[in-house]
């Protein structure tokens, strides 16, 4: 690079530096609002996000960063490929920032906060109507800002390029529409087995304290490091990057020992990929990462892949059955893992077992587009949801609790988020079978407890690169080819038709 | 107030109520810091700490600011009582805040976040030299920051103006003189008398859920509102008010009860101040406490005037037994009072009793003074502390956890802290002693467990105000006189000359 080059370069990976530390704060903000905020914080806690909010696009839409901006674009073959990248990285967040009027940004922070808040207040009333008027202030808000994005075919591309740049809705359409072209009929054939899997066994009660030890004991075996995060409860799982050295998990526990457990295991999916990103990415724009269709993937392999697996349960089944001594000692591994992997339609998308859930997300998928536009409108979306799942599932959720309010999203304003969660599920298959090609004798090593060279593969394959390749050139890189369907449609004929004796 | 006023006051609160978000975000990133964070978070937070500081501080010393207020101050006829108040608080931070370079504030917000970290390290392995240069690196950029700030006698008063709006060393030595000239001799009478207190039924050790159980309880009768604020452990307890609606309690717990008890009823005390508020004064500068001698006042009364009185305890002691009757079914009333009132030098000062506990408080005075005026090197600082601990309290500390390592304060370069501790004390016995004028019958509802009358006296004479009236005036309205040592040494004798005999 040239002087004036590298001056520049270095005084945009400051501002840069200065935007990532924003993020930081109003990850915490975020986190903290989530699981231990008390409840007369909200009105405070809302204009203190939105005055941060405000602040970061003050900053990141401020000319000089323009400025510097174009003009190393403008020099481009002077620069290695890393800055090349994190240029491009900050470019995206820059141009989509500067479509949006400072003032919008403040509404939807302020309009998120309380919505958030009365979405938790009527799911517990059961009471859809109390949360109406808010989800229809955040879908016009979100459609404002679609528009001043900008999009070609569809107003929700301009959404879900937000968490998964690159997609388009009619691809990722097409590909959901696979899954579920698949999952319909393969979960009745399920059904039509009669095969009934006793489910005694992880029903509980179980101690929620001895669960969260257990829980730690696997996050823990997977490499997660507590020294650089922690666990804590919340209404809603989820997991919080909010800087290196400090990733937070959530998770919750009910009786049934699967909630808190595969929720656990999900975050700290989750977890490890923000611990996994090389150091030296700390604070730069790639170090922070955007797909969230990669992010679930890590997620949902360790979730699925890995905790719903046999080998897994060999490692780990004795040291559970230590703990909860009384309803697990004369339980054989085959009952427990049996019911572990139990497929039956149910109301959370949350609890849902893996053949049923892409379906969940298929229904939000779906529904979400149509609300966005404007071929659905919100009084009538409790109905739509309900009539979805009688289709998909073969069911209707009796209340809304169980229903249209299970999901904090909508509240948060995370249009356009659902579709990963599939994404990840194809991505996880993929990413798991190219893990088992390379290193020699996977399943023995998971069988024997060491989850260490897995976690590895990820952190040399996926984690350390951060947001440096857009996901489709990252699944490609790690796994010889894009993001299809084939993989996981393999990968559940080959676990589920033995198990419902299907073939 | 003119159109024109008018539109410039409504701007210079819209920038205020910014200001008193980021606040509430760095409020937030410490809290979060001592109590939740994990160890590895450090280094992250100290940027993110850093960076919201920059921001603060550039928003502060706006040209739009000191337009805005240049503009209303040369107006002042024309506007109220309250915003003219208003705008001299916004003044005062402006113009400390002008003085002082962006990048000394970052440096300072750095460094400060680091050695914090540092001290916790050294104070569990009891190694001064290890926290010696973070501390000199604390007490160089103390002495940049007053040099900035500017002072007439003493570099010392650019820091305690900080604390204490108006307050001057000088004034101040004075006051800490008096209290250390009646404490000695004091301390020494009561030594003399020989009376030895049975501290056997406070030593424990008490179950910490029972005790954390019990805290709740006298919070809760205390009127602190648990909805709007909550009660964690940490090293060292605090009281942070982040924002209306969100006041965090921080205390912790030892096997002897009156740590964590009396702990809990402090910050308590604090936190009350900070819920008491009028709401009005949210996000505005008023709504921010600055005079830590009210501040203080507020906790110790709670503390000592309440907390150690008989009146308290014939209240709460059967349900202290109720709580613990193991080791307290069969102690009496008297017994116990007794031993919460035990008058000993001990090494820890946030553990020390009443009578002690402002020499603990002179000793640092003297010497953050002298370090500050360099007339006290680091080095040289554990021997000076053993030294003057001897002196005053007859006892040198072993080892320098439980001496100079003790405070969290100079590690976060609090320098001109220390004092207020003490103005807390005397400012407490006035308006304790003003609000049994006020109150009818005050003792009899206390005994009863009555604690609103009290409370909403000092709401209306102290709370409510936030930072409406400077320290010395709010004194005045609220006792009819300015902070006096009278009071304090009158409380004092009365209280211990009948428990030692020494009338």
């Known amino acids: 690079m040239s002087p004036a080059a590298t001056e520049n370069y270095r005084k945009l990976m400051q501002m840069a530096a200065e935007l990532a530390d924003l993020s930081s704060a109003e990850a915490l903000l975020g986190w903290d609002q989530e699981t231990k905020m008390p409840r007369k914080g909200i009105e405070g806690r809302a204009q203190v996000s939105a005055t941060l909010a405000g602040v970061h696009h003050e900053r990141l839409t401020r000319p000089e960063m323009g400025e510097a901006l174009a003009a190393l674009r403008g020099n481009g073959t002077a620069l290695d490929d890393e800055a090349r990248a994190q240029i491009e990285d900050l470019w995206w967040s820059y141009t989509r920032a500067t479509k949006l009027p400072g003032d919008l940004v403040r509404r939807l922070a302020e309009t998120r906060s309380r919505a958030t808040a009365v979405w938790a207040e009527a799911r517990a009333a059961k009471d859809f109507p109390r949360f109406a008027p808010h989800l229809k202030e955040i879908i016009a808000l979100s459609r404002e800002v679609a528009e001043a994005y900008g999009y070609e075919a569809d107003v929700y591309d301009a959404l879900l390029e937000e968490y998964e740049p690159g997609a388009r809705t009619a691809d990722t ?122 992010h679930e993937s890590q997620s949902r392999l360790w979730e699925n892949n890995v905790g719903l697996s046999l080998p897994f349960w060999k490692a780990f089944y004795p040291s559970l059955q230590a703990t909860f001594p009384g309803p697990l000692a004369d339980v054989p591994l085959d009952t427990f893992f049996a019911a572990v992997n139990d497929v039956r339609p149910s109301f959370i998308r949350i609890e ?61 304003g995370l249009f356009g988020y659902f579709p990963t969660y599939t994404l990840g599920s194809l991505n996880a298959a993929q990413f798991y079978a190219a893990a088992a090609r390379d290193i020699p004798s996977l399943e023995s090593r998971i069988e024997r407890g060491d989850l260490i060279p897995l976690k590895d593969w990820l952190v040399e394959n996926v984690h350390r690169w951060g947001n440096r390749f857009k996901p489709e050139e990252l699944v490609e890189r790690a796994t010889g080819h894009p993001t299809r369907a084939d993989e996981f449609i393999a990968y559940m004929k080959a676990k589920y038709e033995p198990l419902y004796g299907l073939r």
């Open 352 to 412: 849902a077992d893996e053949v049923t859930y892409n379906l969940h997300v298929v229904v939000r998928f779906e529904l979400e587009h149509e609300l966005i536009n404007g071929r659905l409108g919100v009084d009538d979306l409790p109905e739509a949801w309900n009539a979805r799942y009688a289709e998909y599932l073969g069911i209707t959720p009796p209340t809304p609790d169980v229903g249209v309010l299970q999901d904090i999203h909508w509240s948060s």
């Open 173 to 294: 359409a097409v590909v959901l529409s696979e899954v579920k072209d698949f999952l319909v009929p393969f979960l009745r054939a399920i059904a039509e087995s009669r095969k009934e899997i006793d489910l005694t066994p992880v029903l509980g009660p179980f101690d929620r304290a001895k669960q969260a030890a257990f829980g730690e004991q696997v996050v823990r075996a997977m490499g997660f490091d507590l020294d650089a995060g922690r666990i804590d409860t919340a209404n809603h799982p989820f997991c919080s990057g909010i800087h290196p050295g400090d990733v937070r998990l959530a998770t919750r526990y009910k009786d049934d020992i699967r909630v808190g457990l595969f929720g656990t295991i999900h975050e700290a999916g989750h977890g490890l990929y923000e611990q996994g990103v090389a150091a030296a990415l700390g604070r730069t724009p790639l170090g922070s990462i955007r797909s969230l269709g990669i």
